[in-house]
């Protein structure tokens, strides 16, 4: 599953899942009441997304490609051997993290950037199988199977700490938060210097990530519960883990800002979305 979900100001768009019907790309209004198609469903499938002004970057496939909201048009900006896996922005730049193939023992993966505005792609990490990456103030982080790392603006690597299975990451002010989709993963921090790993919440099979203001929202796998969930709490620990809205099985895909939180149900596909007004602040 990834990340299907991005948002603006007034808007939900979301790519469906590939066994699912209807368009590729759909745009919802915040209260539901207004749905226009942006991509019909003969397009290509699309995989992570991420609203930027009047556009929305998103992978498809090997290619990474962008839509523009007032009508849908997809430009393809770059083309790669393989497959795209996650997907980030800065002001000038897009990245898109590589897995690597099997046949290659993983050598060809990676993460690649090109300028926004048009232009080839370039290698900024080479010979890893990254998957899940973030980007702030110029340093990268991407995560392996087992490793956090981060890339300086200088072009120098460093490994943070050891993980499981990383899935999500959020950099949040001098801090690395992420998530581990296994059975001995937990939602944990460490500074963007390196150091001591903290646990912020010590649930398993944390999967998705996204941070509001001075929370953290994610979500984790029923796997060994009666129920997934989202939870929440503050970025530095301060307070309990808080359950939020729980789920059958699935851990589900989370966009939020200020005013909403968006999930995907991966059962069923269904969209949910919670006002964090009516939560304590």
């Known amino acids: 599953m990834v990340e299907r979900l991005a948002l603006d100001e007034d808007h939900v768009f979301v790519a469906k ?5 209807g368009p590729q790309l759909l745009s919802i209004t915040y209260d539901g009441a207004r749905r226009r198609e942006l991509v019909p469903a003969n397009e290509r499938t699309l995989g992570k997304i ?12 090997s290619r990474l490609v962008r839509i523009r909201k007032i009508d ?3 430009d393809e900006l770059a083309h790669a051997a393989i ?8 002001h000038d730049h897009v990245y898109g993290s590589l897995l690597g193939t099997y046949a290659k023992s993983y050598a060809d ?10 232009g080839a792609l370039e290698w900024i990490v080479s010979g890893k199988p990254v998957a899940a990456i973030a980007i702030s103030d110029g340093v990268l982080v991407f995560a392996t199977a087992k490793w956090l790392m981060s890339r300086d603006a200088d072009g120098s690597l460093r490994t943070l700490a050891a993980a499981h299975n990383p899935h999500a990451i959020a950099i949040v002010g001098d801090d690395v938060i992420w998530t581990e989709f296994d059975s001995s993963g937990s939602l944990t921090a460490i500074a963007r210097a390196g150091g001591d790993r903290r646990c912020l919440a010590n649930e398993t099979y944390t999967w998705g990530l996204t941070v509001i203001g001075t929370w953290i929202y994610w979500s984790q796998s029923a796997a060994k519960r009666t129920s997934a969930a989202i939870w929440r709490t503050k970025c530095d620990g301060s307070t309990a883990p808080q359950a939020l809205v729980r789920f ?9 800002n200020a005013r909403i939180l968006c999930w995907i149900d991966d059962c069923d596909g269904a969209v949910g979305a919670l006002d964090l007004s009516e939560l304590p602040a």
């Open 17 to 21: 899942c590939a066994w699912a019907e």
């Open 50 to 61: 991420v609203a930027d002004g009047d556009v929305i970057y998103a992978i498809c496939e």
């Open 83 to 90: 497959a795209f896996v996650d997907l980030a922005l800065d």
């Open 109 to 118: 993966g990676g993460v690649m950037r090109m300028p926004k505005r048009g």
């Open 72 to 74: 849908g048009r997809i």
């Open 248 to 256: 059958k099985a699935k851990a589900p895909a989370l966009v939020g």
